[in-house]
């Protein structure tokens, strides 16, 4: 028998492919059919490719409004190049990062920027429940899309399931645009598996604040009897640009939607002395 195990993974879990279908051929072969391979519906590969395509255009737009790519030495050169084959983003200099280890902090911060928002808020995350933390963000996106504010959320099909059924239809009555990512559902049209889900975490405030890490909309204590510890990061300066690419690729992914890009690219300053490189993951990303 030949086995086959593609797709980029780490070494570790190729072996463990490997070795689970040699001790139970047929099962391990069924289970490696159904969950082992990353795979999306034909529509969804294309729109994936089309999303990385808009990625690639975005990256040329963001070069233009800061050409400040870091001076990296010698060693670390191959590094970005790297990263950016993997994301197609490049490094970027001239950022400030502020680490936000704490839980309440780091919502406070967002909702505090959401506030003060003047054109248009987007946010992404994988989990997004109805709990005291997910209204509380409910309430601010609300009162933003009160003020004019153009507000859109994307929430994981899976991890949003809550966030959707009980803060959506509230978020969509008051001018809030809200969007399933990776739907499923036996019968559902483009609906994808339920192991392959959009784990990513982001804020991106008028294309001017920007945050990401692994913190999710939901009280600190939402996984029962397991210590929640997390990081955001409040990111200022020409990363911005990268993340709200990234969303804009996401919605596109979803919506079949191009948003013109206007406003949503201000020209980004320098803020502090951080580079920064974001890389993308998931299904379409191997």
């Not at 204590?221 to 709200?244: K, S, W």
């Amino acid at each position: 028998m030949f086995i086959y195990v593609p797709q980029r993974r780490t070494a570790e879990a190729a072996r463990t492919w490997l070795l689970f279908i040699f001790l139970l051929p047929w099962p391990g072969l069924l289970i490696y059919w159904i969950f082992g391979r990353i795979y999306l519906p034909a529509r969804r590969l294309q729109m994936q490719e089309r999303a990385s395509e808009f990625v690639r255009r975005a990256q040329a737009q963001i070069g233009a409004l800061v050409a400040v790519e870091p001076e990296l030495p010698t060693a670390l050169q191959s590094i970005p190049a790297f990263a950016r084959r993997l994301g197609d983003f490049v490094s970027l200099g001239g950022n400030r990062i502020e680490l936000l280890p704490e839980y309440g902090e780091a919502i406070d911060r967002m909702i505090s920027d959401i506030e003060s928002a003047q054109s248009n808020v987007h946010l992404l995350f994988y989990i997004f429940l109805a709990d005291e933390t997910g209204r509380l963000m409910a309430g601010a996106l609300q009162r933003a899309a009160a003020r004019g504010v153009t507000c859109r959320v994307l929430m994981d099909a899976v991890g949003s399931n809550q966030g959707l059924k009980r803060l959506a239809p509230a978020l969509r009555k008051s001018g809030v645009e809200v969007r399933e990512m990776l739907p499923v559902g036996l019968f559902r049209r483009n609906a994808a598996r339920f192991d392959l889900r959009n784990h990513r975490k982001v804020v991106v405030v008028d294309g001017k604040i920007g945050y990401t890490g692994s913190q999710n909309i939901a009280n600190p204590e939402f996984v029962r009897c397991y210590p929640n510890e997390d990081l955001m990061v409040r990111v200022t300066g020409p990363a911005v640009a990268q993340l709200q690419a990234m969303f804009l690729a996401d919605y596109y992914f979803e919506t079949g939607k191009v948003l013109e890009p206007g406003i949503l690219f201000p020209r980004l300053v320098h803020a502090g002395r951080s580079p920064s490189q974001l890389v993308p993951s998931g299904p379409g990303y191997g």
